[in-house]
C-alpha cells in the first residue's frame, strides 16, 4: 500500500506585480504559514508521514512543502518538481516518483491538484476536486500511484483541522 497525499499551497500573498514582477515569487502570507503549520501538526499526530516530497518549484509551494517537512516528515527529502508547476503533468510526475517506495506528498496549484487527485482515482483529470488553499487529500494506492488506482481515504480543508 502507497499512500500519496496531495496538497494545494497554503494561502498566498495577493497578486501584485510592483511586489512581485515574478509571481513564482510570490510567498504564503504569515497567516497562511502559520494555519498551515497547525494543520500539519494535527495531521502529525494521525500518522501523516511521507517520505519524499515532491513540489512545484513556486515560491508559495516551496514554503508549504517545507512546513510539511519541519512538522510530519523531517526525514522526508523536498524535491522540486516542474511537472507540479502550473499546469501539472500526471504523467511526467508520476514517472518521477515511480522508483520512491513508501507514501509521497505532492505540493502544487489550483486547479491541478484537483485534476491529478481526480485522474489518480478516475482517469478523468476533467472531473476535479476542489482543493481550497493549504488543503490535503489522501489516495492510497494498492502499489504505486497510478491513473485509475487510487482511493481517496480523504479531503481535508485547513479550516477543519487548523481552528
Known amino acids: 500500500m502507497t499512500v500519496l497525499y496531495i496538497i494545494r499551497h497554503a494561502v498566498a500573498e ?16 504569515e497567516k497562511g504559514a502559520a494555519r498551515f503549520r497547525k ?6 499526530k494521525r500518522g501523516v508521514a511521507p517520505t519524499l516530497i515532491a513540489s512545484s518549484p513556486l515560491l508559495r509551494c516551496r514554503q508549504t512543502a517545507e512546513i510539511v517537512q519541519e512538522e510530519i516528515a523531517a526525514q522526508a527529502e523536498v524535491i522540486l518538481r516542474d511537472e507540479l508547476a502550473p499546469g501539472s ?4 510526475i508520476l514517472a518521477r516518483s515511480a522508483q520512491h517506495l513508501g507514501d509521497l506528498a505532492w505540493v502544487g496549484h489550483a ?11 478516475s482517469g478523468d483529470g ?14 492510497e494506492f494498492d ?5 485509475a488506482a ?14
Open 14 to 29: 495577493e497578486r501584485d506585480r510592483e511586489r512581485w514582477p515574478d509571481d513564482g515569487q510570490r510567498p504564503l502570507t
Open 39 to 44: 494543520m500539519m501538526k494535527r495531521l502529525a
Open 89 to 92: 503533468d500526471l504523467d511526467g
Open 111 to 121: 486547479p491541478d491538484v484537483g485534476e491529478l487527485a481526480a485522474g489518480l482515482m
Open 126 to 139: 476533467a472531473t476535479a476536486l476542489h482543493f481550497s488553499k493549504g488543503a490535503v487529500a489522501a489516495i
Open 143 to 147: 502499489g504505486p500511484p497510478r491513473p
Open 150 to 163: 487510487g482511493r481517496l481515504l480523504w479531503l481535508v480543508p485547513p479550516k477543519l483541522l487548523a481552528e
